[in-house]
């Protein structure tokens, strides 16, 4: 009996706090086991790979970053008012995959993150624009499936190089 109040205790209190220590959140919702960097740029991502555990480091450009032009023709569409999507696989410093979704109705972009790295839970956003600055695009005027708004989202995060070239072959600065 004291065997399975032990167990029981562990799986009710202790093993859904176990996550909290992961650089994710916890979230592993659009991970994909064995997908490789390799085979997202294949399938058309844009991919980001970190290339540290630590948001602030990752932020300021640990990252290597392939297909970003996709994400400025993107941003292109939305600014003609085009229908498009954009897939953005995110793999941590361990190789695990994320694969956020964004899509453009012609009014509205929306965003399935299932990626908890850059502060901002998984979940499906409602969002205005987006606009790349200083490496980062931004999503922005944004609402959660509660209704909350959010001012600023993080969709994509790239290196300095991989950001100037992309934007250079797109032609949008």
Not at 13 to 21: D, E
Not at 41 to 69: P, R, W, Y
Not at 83 to 105: A, R
């Amino acid at each position: 009996m004291k065997r399975f109040s032990f167990l029981l205790f562990f799986l009710c209190v202790l093993l859904p706090f176990s996550s909290a220590c992961s650089d994710e959140g916890g979230h592993s919702k659009g991970s994909k086991a064995g997908y490789t960097v390799a085979q997202a740029t294949k399938d058309g991502h844009v991919v980001i790979e970190h290339l540290s555990n630590q948001f602030d480091e990752i932020a300021q450009g640990a990252v290597k970053t392939t297909n970003l032009e996709k994400a400025f023709a993107f941003t292109e569409a939305i600014k003609n008012g085009q229908e498009s999507q954009l897939k953005v696989t995110i793999f941590n410093k361990n190789g695990k995959s994320y694969t956020n979704n964004l899509t453009y109705d012609g009014s509205i972009i929306v965003f399935n993150n299932h990626y908890g790295g850059y502060k901002l839970p998984p979940g499906k956003y409602q969002c205005e624009t987006m606009t790349p600055r200083n490496d980062i695009f931004y999503l922005e005027s944004c609402t959660d499936k509660k209704g909350q708004k959010i001012s600023t989202v993080i969709a994509i995060i790239s290196d300095s190089h991989s950001f100037k070239n992309a934007e250079q072959k797109v032609g949008t600065k």
